[in-house]
Nanobody, 121 residues
Framework: QLQASGGGLVQAGGSLRLSCAAS????????MGWFRQAPGKERRFVAA????????YYADSVKGRFTISRDNAKNTVYLQMNGLKPEDTAVYYC????????????????WGQGTLVTVSS
């Protein structure tokens, strides 16, 4: 089970840190990722770890502003979001994959419930 938290309302230029706490299994061997879904739009890739955790990947739209990190001891993955823009407004989902492709939502096996991020202009 994955539990995402940390969303909220923030002004443009502000920061938020999302957390994704895993329970019921150890996700250290899984490829962890973050996706987001804006109203009326499809779910899109934001950031991910490789399965080994040694590599990180980012969507071009967030590169340089967002940072994915993990604490295996706490079984938690984070998404630090800086320089937020109104177009970052979306429900953010964390997910875990056993295999699959990091940037494709269909490659993920487990999903959290989502946390809403709203960025005001």
């Amino acid at each position: 089970q994955l539990q995402a938290s940390g969303g909220g309302l923030v002004q443009a230029g502000g920061s938020l840190r999302l957390s994704c706490a895993a329970s019921g299994r150890t996700f250290s061997a899984y490829g962890m990722g973050w996706f987001r879904q804006a109203p009326g739009k499809e779910r899109r890739f934001v950031a991910a770890f490789s399965r080994s955790g040694s590599s990180t990947y980012y969507a071009d739209s967030v590169k340089g502003r967002f940072t994915i990190s993990r604490d295996n001891a706490k079984n938690t993955v984070y998404l630090q979001m800086n320089g937020l823009k109104p177009e970052d407004t979306a429900v953010y989902y964390c997910a875990a994959r056993i295999g699959g492709t990091y940037f494709s939502s269909s490659g993920y096996d487990y999903w959290g419930q989502g946390t809403l991020v709203t960025v005001s202009s």
